[in-house]
């Protein structure tokens, strides 16, 4: 593709939508996951003995493993989240912007 077709899909409405919808999703979903994480992290170097009780009574699993195990689930979850919407959504307005480009190439 030559530098005038990019300079015309840069140009393109579309494109500024389709990278504040990207921009706008993706930096939410990184700050839940830093929050999380971060979070996680303080509970650790703040109050460790919290996370070594038992889930139940005479289980042998911790709160500290059942929360990790939570958010390493979670954390797949959102990067699900964020491939679907990438998939469809934002995949969608590219080809939009592509064709609109080529079209107005010809």
Do not use: H
């Not at 990278?19 to 706008?24: E, F, I, L, T, Y």
């Not at 830093?34 to 979070?39: R, T």
């Not at 650790?44 to 493993?65: D, H, I, K, M, Y």
Request: a positive charge; hydrophobic letters at 55%.
């Amino acid at each position: 593709m030559s530098s005038a077709m990019y300079e015309r899909m840069r140009g393109n409405p579309k494109f500024g939508e389709l990278v504040a919808k990207r921009g706008r999703f993706a930096w939410t979903l990184a700050i839940i996951v830093l929050a999380m994480f971060y979070g996680f992290v303080m509970v650790v170097a703040f109050n460790p003995l919290s996370l070594g009780q038992p889930v139940a009574e005479g289980s042998r699993l911790t709160v500290g493993v059942a929360v990790e195990l939570f958010m390493f689930i979670f954390f797949w979850v959102l990067t699900a989240v964020y491939v679907r919407r990438a998939n469809t959504e934002f995949d969608a307005l590219t080809q939009q912007i592509v064709q609109e480009a080529w079209k107005e190439n010809k």
